[in-house]
Nanobody
Framework: QVQLVESGGGLVQPGGSLRLSCAAS????????MGWFRQAPGKEREFVSA???????NYADSVKGRFTISRDDAKNTVYLQMSSLKPGDTAVYSC???????????????????WGQGTQVTVSS
């Protein structure tokens, strides 16, 4: 069983920055897509960003140019650097590990098998 633990959420003012981290258990972290998704109150969970096993990145249009995903396979950790944050970015952010090895940074939730509990990000003045 793979466990994912997110950290780094919090309250930030509009225009501010946060870096989220997601630490994963397991020996084969480097072979899988890792993704970030978010869910705002009363809304469906939506794709934010993903990174493939070989570093291909994928972003939702709403965060492109503001968020950067990266991974450190030696630490079994994926990061989401968020800048120029807006109130509309307020949500619970969850990381997920892909279902299949050697994939290409999918944006689809059904391509992810393991999910973290999430970390709250609130953007407000």
């Amino acid at each position: 069983q793979v466990q994912l633990v997110e950290s780094g959420g919090g309250l930030v003012q509009p225009g501010g920055s946060l870096r989220l981290s997601c630490a994963a258990s397991g020996r084969t972290f480097s072979l899988y897509d890792m993704g970030w998704f978010r869910q705002a109150p009363g809304k469906e969970r939506e794709f934010v960003s993903a990174i493939s096993w070989d570093g291909i990145t994928n972003y939702a249009d709403s965060v492109k140019g503001r968020f950067t995903i990266s991974r450190d396979d030696a630490k079994n950790t994926v990061y989401l650097q968020m800048s120029s944050l807006k109130p509309g970015d307020t949500a619970v952010y969850s990381c997920a590990r892909g279902r299949l090895q050697y994939s290409s940074g999918s944006r689809w939730q059904y391509d992810y098998m393991y999910w973290g509990q999430g970390t709250q990000v609130t953007v407000s003045s």
